[in-house]
């Protein structure tokens, strides 16, 4: 009799299992087709030669070998980690202290947050577009302001100099999504915290110092590891100001990010072996990176009831 039970409860669970599959076979489908399938095979193509229009040769760890005596390799990798440095970590510090702005106690707090949150609704290309005649060297907003308050007006799309710091301002610009994101971390702080502070004491600094960063650290571990795969894969607005200045890699290929430069080795001159392996540099890259931030979370990121 029980045998005969646990035969039915197992037929049960396989007929349950089997729906389930069902129902989420679509996203099955589409993960192997789109995801793993083009994952094995870019690595795969990193050991060979081709060129979309022969069959791949197998070269092994030549496209490795030659990465690492490429000067563009290089060059792209300092400029993603330029813009990595100067882009990301200004702009968290700058939408956090939006955030600490947004969330004070002031009239008309909801208007300012939507319209602080709505250049993040303009689409990356359009806001580039934008950008770039707000930028304009001759006509530009920017420079006109400049210029009546007697500073010096940047040739900001054609100058070397110049080109990574504009996409880094356009980069505040479009903060309003991980300002959105530290204002609801904001207010998980229990207030009960600032009352027992202020009872203490304790000033505005400390209060921010010893309860509303260690509050809000978890959030910051996940807009950092977020935000560090995102720059090192920096390349719509690269791209479109390099078209600006007729080269894919701007002047002196100061845009010439990492994600361009394997745009270019793919889709310009052909070599997809090539590219693999530079993909899954940046993979590797990215995941040594993830795991030393992870790694160090501990010294920095405070969880309930920790502190």
Known sequence: MESTTNAGIRKRERKNLLIGLAFISPWIIGFIGFQLYPIITSLYYSFTEYNLFSAPQWVGLDNFKELFHDDKF??????????????????????????????????????????????????????????MWLLNAQYGIVN???GALGLPEPNWIY?????????IIMGFWGTGTTT????????????EYYEAASIDGANAWKRFCNITFPAISPMNLFLVVTGLIGSFQYFAQGMIFAEQAQSIGGPENSILFYAIYLYQNAFSFLKMGYASAMAWILFIIVMVLTVIVFRSSARWVYYGGER
């Open 159 to 167: 100058d070397p100099k110049w080109t990574k710091i504009s996409l």
């Open 180 to 191: 959105v994101m530290y204002l609801a971390a904001l207010q998980d702080v229990p207030k």
């Open 144 to 146: 006109q302001m400049l």
């Open 74 to 131: 290089y060059l792209s990798m300092y400029n993603t980690l330029f813009m990595t440095i100067f882009g990301l970590f200004p702009q968290l510090a700058y939408a956090l202290g939006i955030a600490l702005l947004l969330n004070m106690k002031v009239k008309g707090k909801s208007f300012y947050r939507t319209v602080y949150f709505l250049p993040t609704l303009v689409p990356i290309v359009a806001a580039s577009l934008l950008w």
